[in-house]
Protein backbone atom coordinates (compact mmCIF):
# COMPACT_ATOMS: atom_id res chain seq x y z
CA UNK A 1 0.00 0.00 0.00
CA UNK A 2 2.71 2.75 1.37
CA UNK A 3 6.50 2.57 1.07
CA UNK A 4 7.81 2.61 4.71
CA UNK A 5 4.29 2.31 6.40
CA UNK A 6 2.65 -0.84 7.18
CA UNK A 7 -0.93 -1.10 7.54
CA UNK A 8 -3.30 -2.00 10.13
CA UNK A 9 -6.78 -2.53 10.56
CA UNK A 10 -8.86 -0.63 13.09
CA UNK A 11 -8.63 -3.76 15.09
CA UNK A 12 -4.81 -4.38 14.89
CA UNK A 13 -5.09 -1.23 16.18
CA UNK A 14 -7.10 -0.58 18.85
CA UNK A 15 -5.84 -3.80 20.36
CA UNK A 16 -1.77 -2.15 19.87
CA UNK A 17 -2.92 0.94 21.54
CA UNK A 18 -5.01 -0.56 24.37
CA UNK A 19 -2.21 -3.11 25.34
CA UNK A 20 -0.07 0.61 25.41
CA UNK A 21 2.60 -0.61 22.61
CA UNK A 22 1.28 2.10 20.22
CA UNK A 23 1.13 5.47 20.23
CA UNK A 24 -1.67 6.88 17.33
CA UNK A 25 -0.25 10.29 15.51
CA UNK A 26 -3.35 12.19 13.79
CA UNK A 27 -1.58 14.59 11.01
CA UNK A 28 -5.00 16.06 10.59
CA UNK A 29 -5.64 19.81 10.88
CA UNK A 30 -6.45 21.11 14.15
CA UNK A 31 -10.16 21.97 13.44
CA UNK A 32 -10.28 18.89 12.05
CA UNK A 33 -9.25 16.95 14.96
CA UNK A 34 -11.30 18.90 17.30
CA UNK A 35 -14.40 18.31 15.56
CA UNK A 36 -13.79 14.40 15.48
CA UNK A 37 -10.93 11.89 16.83
CA UNK A 38 -9.96 8.86 18.26
CA UNK A 39 -9.78 9.25 22.14
CA UNK A 40 -5.63 9.07 23.21
CA UNK A 41 -5.06 10.22 19.68
CA UNK A 42 -1.88 12.60 19.28
CA UNK A 43 -2.35 15.82 17.72
CA UNK A 44 0.36 16.43 15.12
CA UNK A 45 -1.03 18.39 11.53
CA UNK A 46 0.59 17.02 8.33
CA UNK A 47 1.14 21.34 7.60
CA UNK A 48 2.93 22.22 10.35
CA UNK A 49 5.28 18.02 10.25
CA UNK A 50 8.84 19.81 9.73
CA UNK A 51 8.92 21.76 13.04
CA UNK A 52 6.76 19.19 15.04
CA UNK A 53 8.57 17.58 17.71
CA UNK A 54 6.82 14.00 18.03
CA UNK A 55 8.30 12.40 20.91
CA UNK A 56 7.88 8.90 21.13
CA UNK A 57 9.20 6.00 23.86
CA UNK A 58 11.59 3.79 22.21
CA UNK A 59 9.87 0.71 22.49
CA UNK A 60 6.10 1.86 21.25
CA UNK A 61 5.02 1.56 17.91
CA UNK A 62 3.95 4.95 15.65
CA UNK A 63 0.69 4.43 13.85
CA UNK A 64 -0.53 7.19 11.93
CA UNK A 65 -4.32 8.21 10.47
CA UNK A 66 -6.17 11.24 9.06
CA UNK A 67 -9.63 10.69 8.02
CA UNK A 68 -9.53 8.50 5.30
CA UNK A 69 -6.46 7.33 4.75
CA UNK A 70 -5.43 9.11 2.17
CA UNK A 71 -3.23 11.98 3.86
CA UNK A 72 -1.28 9.49 5.35
CA UNK A 73 -0.98 7.45 1.81
CA UNK A 74 0.02 10.66 0.23
CA UNK A 75 3.05 11.70 3.37
CA UNK A 76 3.83 8.21 4.38
CA UNK A 77 7.76 8.71 3.41
CA UNK A 78 7.69 12.32 5.02
CA UNK A 79 5.91 10.15 8.20
CA UNK A 80 8.10 7.41 7.92
CA UNK A 81 11.35 9.00 8.13
CA UNK A 82 9.97 10.67 11.57
CA UNK A 83 10.50 7.52 13.48
CA UNK A 84 13.35 5.74 14.17
CA UNK A 85 11.44 2.14 14.18
CA UNK A 86 8.35 0.79 11.73
CA UNK A 87 5.91 3.23 11.96
CA UNK A 88 2.14 2.08 10.89
CA UNK A 89 -0.95 3.58 9.40
CA UNK A 90 -4.64 3.02 10.28
CA UNK A 91 -5.63 1.60 6.75
CA UNK A 92 -9.19 3.63 6.19
CA UNK A 93 -8.18 6.31 8.65
CA UNK A 94 -10.81 7.14 11.29
CA UNK A 95 -13.92 6.71 8.50
CA UNK A 96 -12.57 2.94 8.98
CA UNK A 97 -12.38 3.24 12.65
CA UNK A 98 -15.31 4.73 13.14
CA UNK A 99 -17.16 2.05 10.60
CA UNK A 100 -15.78 -0.95 12.60
CA UNK A 101 -17.72 0.51 15.31
CA UNK A 102 -14.83 1.99 17.74
CA UNK A 103 -15.23 5.02 19.89
CA UNK A 104 -14.86 8.04 18.39
CA UNK A 105 -14.68 11.62 20.53
CA UNK A 106 -17.00 13.73 18.57
CA UNK A 107 -17.75 17.60 19.23
CA UNK A 108 -20.54 18.57 17.22
CA UNK A 109 -20.19 22.00 18.94
CA UNK A 110 -17.12 22.76 17.08
CA UNK A 111 -17.01 24.48 13.39
CA UNK A 112 -17.28 22.54 10.56
CA UNK A 113 -13.72 21.83 9.21
CA UNK A 114 -12.25 25.50 7.39
CA UNK A 115 -12.02 23.50 4.04
CA UNK A 116 -15.72 22.30 4.05
CA UNK A 117 -16.83 25.64 4.97
CA UNK A 118 -14.65 26.71 1.83
CA UNK A 119 -16.94 24.15 -0.10
CA UNK A 120 -19.91 25.12 1.32
CA UNK A 121 -19.40 29.11 0.44
CA UNK A 122 -17.98 28.49 -2.99
CA UNK A 123 -20.30 26.39 -4.01
CA UNK A 124 -22.95 28.72 -3.01
CA UNK A 125 -21.34 31.83 -4.41
CA UNK A 126 -21.54 29.81 -7.62
CA UNK A 127 -25.03 28.67 -7.48
CA UNK A 128 -26.06 32.43 -6.46
CA UNK A 129 -24.20 33.54 -9.46
CA UNK A 130 -25.43 31.19 -11.85
CA UNK A 131 -29.60 31.70 -10.54
CA UNK A 132 -28.87 35.26 -10.65
CA UNK A 133 -27.60 35.02 -14.13
CA UNK A 134 -30.52 33.38 -15.71
CA UNK A 135 -33.22 35.09 -13.69
CA UNK A 136 -31.54 38.72 -13.12
CA UNK A 137 -29.07 39.75 -15.49
CA UNK A 138 -26.23 37.59 -17.48
CA UNK A 139 -23.43 39.99 -15.32
CA UNK A 140 -23.81 37.56 -12.58
CA UNK A 141 -22.44 34.89 -14.01
CA UNK A 142 -19.17 36.83 -13.32
CA UNK A 143 -20.00 36.00 -9.94
CA UNK A 144 -19.42 32.12 -10.70
CA UNK A 145 -16.40 33.15 -12.77
CA UNK A 146 -15.05 35.22 -9.91
CA UNK A 147 -15.25 31.95 -7.46
CA UNK A 148 -13.74 29.32 -10.00
CA UNK A 149 -10.32 31.91 -10.47
CA UNK A 150 -10.17 31.94 -6.79
CA UNK A 151 -10.77 27.83 -6.36
CA UNK A 152 -8.43 27.83 -9.35
CA UNK A 153 -5.26 30.17 -7.89
CA UNK A 154 -6.00 28.60 -4.06
CA UNK A 155 -5.03 24.97 -6.21
CA UNK A 156 -1.84 26.39 -8.10
CA UNK A 157 -0.67 28.29 -5.18
CA UNK A 158 -2.05 26.27 -1.85
CA UNK A 159 -3.36 30.09 -0.66
CA UNK A 160 -7.19 30.53 -0.04
CA UNK A 161 -8.18 33.68 0.14
CA UNK A 162 -11.56 32.57 1.22
CA UNK A 163 -10.68 30.16 3.52
CA UNK A 164 -8.11 33.28 5.41
CA UNK A 165 -11.92 35.52 5.70
CA UNK A 166 -13.78 32.43 7.10
CA UNK A 167 -10.89 32.07 9.57
CA UNK A 168 -11.87 35.34 10.60
CA UNK A 169 -15.35 34.72 10.90
CA UNK A 170 -16.89 34.81 14.50
CA UNK A 171 -17.71 30.92 15.25
CA UNK A 172 -13.80 29.82 13.96
CA UNK A 173 -12.08 32.82 16.15
CA UNK A 174 -13.98 31.31 18.83
CA UNK A 175 -12.88 28.13 18.53
CA UNK A 176 -9.55 28.60 17.86
CA UNK A 177 -9.35 31.15 21.37
CA UNK A 178 -10.63 28.10 23.25
Known amino acids: MTAGLIPLSPDDTRRRLANGSAILVDIREPDEFSRRHIPGAVSQPLSGWEAARLTVEPDREVIFTCRSGMRTAGACDRLAARVSGQAYVLQGGIDAWSKAGLPVAVDAKAP ?67
Open 112 to 178: LEIMRQVQIAAGLLVLIGVILGFVVAPGWFGLSAFVGAGLTFAGATGFCGMARLLMLAPWNRRARAA
